[in-house]
């Protein structure tokens, strides 16, 4: 995450700029107090703004769009090489997964629950001879199992 964003937002200007990417896709998702500040324009740093003139989909929700890089202009003595290989393959494949798109869920969860469970699954398991199960073991069954 890049923290060069406007100057009067600070070092959390990140957290500003997904809240309100957050907001645009569905407002019932962020707080009521950050419902305010976005519906009157009070906040958004300078990549978040750029969003707002993004097209709506056919549901009404507007499309977060990339903002494009200017175009670089080589300086004197500077050779441009075009990628060749594996890091030309990689760069297809990263301007490719921009076209796909990306669902993000959100769940809050006690974390004494989980280190409980995790804690009497693996005693459990230990008296059969079994390996341990590891958080993310837990989160992803039942992200699996949603």
Do not use: C
Request: overall charge neutral; glycine content about 6%; hydrophobic content about 35%.
């Amino acid at each position: 995450m890049s923290e060069s964003g406007h100057p009067t937002f600070g070092i959390n200007s990140w957290l500003e700029d997904e809240l309100y990417l957050q907001y645009l896709h569905d407002r019932k998702t962020v707080d009521d107090s950050w419902q305010k500040i976005f519906e009157t324009n009070g906040g958004g740093s300078k990549t978040a703004v750029q969003t707002i003139d993004a097209p709506a989909a056919s549901n009404g929700v507007i499309a977060p769009t990339a903002p494009q890089a200017p175009a670089h202009q080589p300086t004197s003595g500077e050779q441009l090489i075009p990628l060749r290989g594996a890091a030309a393959r990689i760069a297809e494949n990263m301007t490719a997964s921009l076209s796909i798109p990306v669902a993000t869920s959100q769940r809050i969860i006690p974390v004494k629950v989980i280190d409980e469970n995790r804690r009497t699954l693996n005693e459990a398991r230990a008296a059969t001879g079994k390996s341990k199960i590891s958080y993310t073991h837990l989160i992803g069954w039942a992200v699996r199992r949603e």
